[in-house]
């Protein structure tokens, strides 16, 4: 991987952050992403890391596509309670969508990196949390976090980190 695909510097707006940006095949996007501390090692491990995600090989990804199936139902549930709330044209969404329907569906709007300071450089897992909106009602924003192989959260936005386990007992969570 070259840094023509990722770009990482030190954040002008937060002490001792990075931001970059990296390129994101999985959503077909460019994004940028900010990193919790200033650790440019993990920052660059965590930006090659989404320069890999694909359709293709999500389902390698367990954690990730554990969240993103949680997300299904929690898209679907948010449609079925407030439905009549929006205008949805002909857009069909329910429990039996998959998460490439879903993937259709949302944009991410943020990624935050968070490296553990109770797990050395070497041996912390990728974690991160990613913001999504619901294309059809833009307003719509939910989330998702995650450990190494842990899931940790998936439903609306709470603000969730990647090292928060407290999460995965809250009612609200998804992944329960």
Known sequence: MSDNNYSLKESAGYFGRLEGSVEI???GCRMRFYVKGDD???ARRC????ENLTAANLAEHTALFACLEALVTY??????EHSGEFDLGDL?????????DLLELITPTELAFERSDYVSEEDCPIAY???????PVPDEVMEIALHG???VYAGEVCG???WNDKLLKKRYNYLN
């Open 40 to 42: 440019e090692i993990y």
């Open 149 to 151: 192989d842990v899931p």
């Open 47 to 50: 930006a090659e890391h989404f």
């Open 25 to 27: 095949p999985l959503f």
């Open 75 to 80: 898209v679907a549930d948010m449609l079925d």
């Open 92 to 100: 069909e969404f329910d429990e039996d969508s998959t998460v490439g």
């Open 160 to 162: 969730a980190g990647a």
């Open 129 to 135: 949390s990613i913001k999504f909106s619901f294309d």
